[in-house]
């Protein structure tokens, strides 16, 4: 089992920066590939980004590539996402998830474990 609990959102104007964590217990962090996934009010759950077990392979949506940045933190068990120059259309919940068996692209159904979310809102 993972506990994992995410942190860093909050209200944000656009074209500012925030940057979520995700911390990690329970289990060896380092065992699993990672993600970041969001949902916004209506929507389907969608993979911003994910990391590998080593982080030497990631993966961007689109609608993401080149504003945000996934990273982590073995010795610390925690997972980044720093997001910067934001839109009003990022405004979702995030969520960090776990898996031991992720391939491309990201997809929610390949993770196992969750965390409650943390709420990213991107005034115009």
């Known amino acids: 089992q993972v506990q994992v609990v995410e942190s860093g959102g909050g209200l944000v104007q656009a074209g500012g920066s925030l940057r979520l964590s995700c911390t990690a217990s329970g289990s060896t962090f380092s065992e699993y590939s990672w993600g970041w996934f969001r949902q916004a009010p209506g929507k389907e759950r969608e993979g911003a980004s994910c990391?590998?077990?080593?982080?030497?392979?990631?993966y961007y949506d689109d609608s993401v590539k080149g504003r945000f940045t996934i990273s982590r933190d073995n010795a610390k068990n925690t997972l980044y996402l720093q997001m910067d120059s934001l839109k009003p259309e990022d405004t979702a919940m995030y969520y960090c998830?776990?898996?031991?068996?992720?391939?491309?692209?990201?997809?929610?159904?390949?993770?196992?474990?969750w965390g409650q979310g943390t709420q990213v809102t991107v005034s115009s």
């Open positions: 990391i590998s077990r080593s982080g030497a392979i990631t």
């Open positions: 998830a776990a898996t031991t068996a992720w391939g491309f692209p990201c997809r929610a159904v390949q993770f196992k474990y």
